[in-house]
């Protein structure tokens, strides 16, 4: 398991510089396909860090409150996307 929490730890690491460049064409250009492609990217970046805090979890308990933290901040990031759709349809 450390194999795989190792390479989602380093897909998280590759989401942050990849949401910045994407949110910053999304704000300078108003373009739709990137600010929903950065939203994508950071609900994956924090979906991919859920099973690595989870496993050090088990470690140091203190931890358990990061791992709810990044599930609601999942669950309404989703939410979030999906209601982005529904309103400019």
Known sequence: MADVAYVLFVYFLVTVPVLIGL???AQLTRAVWARR???VVLITG???LIPVV???AFEKPVLWLVVALLAVVLVFGLTM???S???SS
């Open 46 to 48: 924090g979906a991919a």
């Open 37 to 39: 492609a950065a939203e």
């Open 81 to 83: 996307h999906v209601k």
């Open 85 to 87: 759709y529904r309103r």
């Open 54 to 56: 989870l496993e050090r």
């Open 23 to 25: 949110a910053l064409v």
